[in-house]
């Protein structure tokens, strides 16, 4: 079975900085494509932040996120990471990761074995 474990959220004042991991169960992260994602209550759809492909480890990322969050990953610990800096009040949102099972890498419907999320809220 598929399932991740999402960590390393918190409170954390604007312009700080947070990572986030996501330790995989049922499969290899070296060999599986895997996205973050993230939620906000008035929001219906999950937002895409990044992803990383399981082949070539090439990453790709929001538009509006790009040069403040990287995607990373650690074989041996078969965990993803996002390292979030210079934070925002806009990114406090639920963050989640999930496998990519193929298709676009931006849309959550392309992912499957989500976890439960971790909370992030950034203060002004």
């Known amino acids: 079975q598929v399932q991740m474990v999402e960590s390393g959220g918190g409170l954390v004042q604007a312009g700080g900085s947070l990572r986030l991991s996501c330790v995989a169960s049922?499969?290899?992260?070296?060999?599986?494509?895997m996205g973050w994602f993230r939620q906000t209550p008035g929001r219906k759809e999950r937002e895409f932040v990044a992803a990383i492909s399981g082949s070539t480890g090439s990453t790709t990322y929001a538009d509006s996120l790009k040069g403040r969050f990287t995607i990373s990953r650690d074989n041996a610990k078969n965990t993803v990471y996002l390292q979030m800096n210079s934070l925002k009040p806009e990114d406090t949102a639920l963050y989640y990761c999930a496998a990519h099972w193929g298709g676009y890498y931006d849309s959550s419907s392309n992912y499957h074995g989500w976890g439960q999320g971790t909370q992030v809220t950034v203060s002004s």
């Open positions: 049922g499969l290899t992260v070296r060999s599986s494509g």
